[in-house]
């Protein structure tokens, strides 16, 4: 009894310090906005007064920031009790900004005091890709859809940076489906659904958790963390998030269906009892999907009143999220939605302003990192949608004509014989019909990319039967990893090389397009000749064979080098670049090499 009433004065001493600190910014960051308002500035400290100062903003931020622990600049530890008033975000923006090179930008803490005064911890799902905003966002479309089809209220936000922020507000989850141990499981349910589910940030299971506010700035890039309505989370553009561009979405934040908590706790019941897909792979096949607009998404708003989703339809929906997508139709639906972009490309080079607005991009390109796509759409009065349609193919032109040339399409087929190949390194898998269709496939990739991603091509290591259903052999594949360092990566190869001639194994060489190099060994240069049934009928490889010379070339190679960790073994199930195709991340071919 007495340990807890010392934990409580504890606890009340450090809130009051809490609420002094926070009246002595709020004085100081008032001096600092009478100055903004008295002076003219330029720069950025203007751009931030501007932005923060606007009454939609500040009522935007305090609705979504109210009963939550609030800190900036990432201090990871509560710097404030709540906002107490909308004018208050100014001040303390203001405040941080005189004393940080950094944009100033708040968190609040996702557990919060909820209106009942009961606390609540909100649910978030983060995907954090390192390459692009649209990785991200395509990664997280899954999630999107999930939660469409089984008619869960969330609130989704751009991160500022390159990720999505989903949000299930604490309001929607039954009483007794409130602890830890809940959000920790519905994570995990989570991480079987998107494909690389080590990119999911499993922290904000902690209650102490903090993330950036909705219509915050984000510290490092400067732009803002945008809310997007559900319905057009498929369409959303970074450019939204510049300060001058922000537009408040009203009833974003706070305005809940009557039957939420009851369809939380049906899904719930499904998601946490739901075994998990066999692999993360097959869990993240919808991620290519041919139409761009869920008709769902349209109706979400009326959720209140949208029929419930029955079980059964539940389950359906979610298998048909982790079935991978081989049929013919899917084939044939992305050759015919390249044919449409193709045609849709061609139909607007006819059109004078945008022309004429690609060729004055193309000028300012070469000397500005960020481009205005909607300013230029404004300026030379053309749709924003047909000016980044005709702009993203001049960004892709290269790629194009690579996968346009024959002696290219020829040798990627010739390769994919008896392959399982996906098409791009989040999409479905197919077998290639003709080697022309390859450039189809590359359209269809182009127009599913971000702008600085290119269309890339994956095959199996392993070779199967004619109906794809068995595994008969697969390669030796061995890559050295130079952690950056293409020539790191080439000495680390001369070894390997030196293994495999002493050992008198034949093998190919291949640079990945990127920093690494792989050995592959082919699988007729180390299996019987002799006729045999499958190796994988669904089950594990069963040939001795190969693991023995697998053995034997990691043994050799341990007693010739330090950091054998730096060459990895590829297993039968994985998937490296078909030779000819482009990396994702550097368009650069992954090519034979000699050394």
Not at 134 to 152: K, Q, S
Not at 298 to 317: G, L, R, W
Not at 455 to 462: D, E, H, K, L, N
Request: aromatic residues 10%; contains cysteine.
């Amino acid at each position: 009894m007495a340990k807890k009433k010392r934990k409580t004065k504890q606890e009340d001493e450090h809130n009051q310090f809490l609420t002094t600190k926070y009246d002595i910014v709020i004085e100081k960051g008032r001096e600092l906005s009478e100055i903004y308002r008295q002076q003219e500035h330029r720069g950025d400290d203007w751009r931030i007064y501007n932005y923060y100062s606007r009454p939609d903003i500040q009522r935007a931020i305090f609705e979504y920031a109210r009963g939550r622990k609030i800190t900036v600049l990432r201090h990871f530890r509560a710097l404030y009790p709540e906002i107490k008033a909308p004018a208050d975000i100014l001040y303390i923006s203001l405040y941080h900004a005189e004393r940080s090179n950094l944009w100033p930008s708040l968190h609040g803490q996702i557990s919060r005091r909820l209106e009942n005064g009961e606390h609540g911890c909100d649910f978030v799902i983060e995907i954090d890709y390192k390459q692009s905003w649209e990785t991200c966002f395509r990664a997280t479309r899954p999630i999107i859809e999930m939660f469409l089809d089984f008619g869960v209220h969330a609130c989704v936000k751009f991160s500022g940076h390159r990720s999505a922020h989903v949000i299930i507000p604490a309001e929607i989850f039954p009483i007794d489906k409130r602890s830890q141990g809940v959000r920790s499981h519905l994570m995990q349910f989570v991480g079987s659904v998107v494909k690389h589910s080590e990119k999911l940030d499993r922290s904000f299971t902690s209650p102490a958790h903090f993330l950036r506010l909705a219509y915050s700035i984000n510290e490092k890039t400067g732009l803002v963390s945008l809310p997007v309505r559900l319905e057009e989370f498929d369409n959303f553009f970074w450019q939204e998030a510049k300060l001058e561009e922000v537009k408040v979405i009203d009833d974003w934040w706070g305005m809940v269906p009557a039957d939420a908590q009851e369809r939380m706790s049906e899904f719930l019941k499904f998601a946490l009892h739901l075994p998990a897909p066999r692999t993360a792979r097959q869990a993240g096949q919808k991620q290519f999907t041919v139409k761009k607009k869920r008709e769902a998404a349209k109706q979400f708003q009326q959720a209140d009143v949208k029929p419930k989703i029955e079980s059964q339809k539940k389950i359906v929906a979610l298998q048909q999220m982790t079935q991978p997508l081989t049929d013919h139709q899917l084939y044939d639906s992305m050759l015919e939605s390249a044919g449409e972009e193709l045609k849709q490309y061609e139909d607007k080079l006819g059109q004078k302003n945008i022309m004429t607005a690609i060729e004055h991009l193309k000028q300012i390109a070469e000397n500005q990192a960020i481009i205005s796509l909607q300013e230029h759409a404004l300026e030379h009065n053309v749709e924003l949608n047909d000016l980044w349609l005709v702009w993203r193919w001049e960004l892709c032109k290269h790629d194009l004509e690579y996968y346009a040339k024959f002696e290219i399409q020829k040798a990627m087929y010739d390769e994919a014989q008896n392959r399982r190949i996906q098409v791009g390194s989040d999409g479905p898998f197919v077998r290639f019909r003709s080697p022309q269709d390859i450039y189809w496939l590359a359209i269809f990739l182009h127009s599913h990319l971000g702008v600085n991603e290119h269309p890339a091509f994956y095959r199996s290591v392993a070779n199967y039967d004619a109906q794809d259903r068995f595994m008969i052999d697969y390669d030796i594949v061995l890559e050295t990893d130079g952690r950056g360092n293409h020539q790191k990566s080439v000495e680390l190869m001369e070894t390997v090389v030196k293994v495999l001639q002493e050992l008198g194994v034949t093998f190919d060489l291949r640079f990945t397009g990127g920093v690494n190099l792989q050995a592959v060994i082919p699988s007729l240069t180390h299996t019987e000749k002799s006729p045999r049934p499958p190796l994988i009928q669904g089950g594990e490889a069963d040939d001795e064979q190969q693991s023995v010379l697998v053995e034997s070339i990691r043994e050799r190679l341990a007693a010739t080098m330090r950091e054998l960790e730096l060459v990895k073994s590829l297993k039968h199930d994985e998937l490296i670049l078909l030779t000819h195709s482009l990396n994702e991340f550097t368009g650069k071919p992954c090519v034979p090499v000699a050394m």
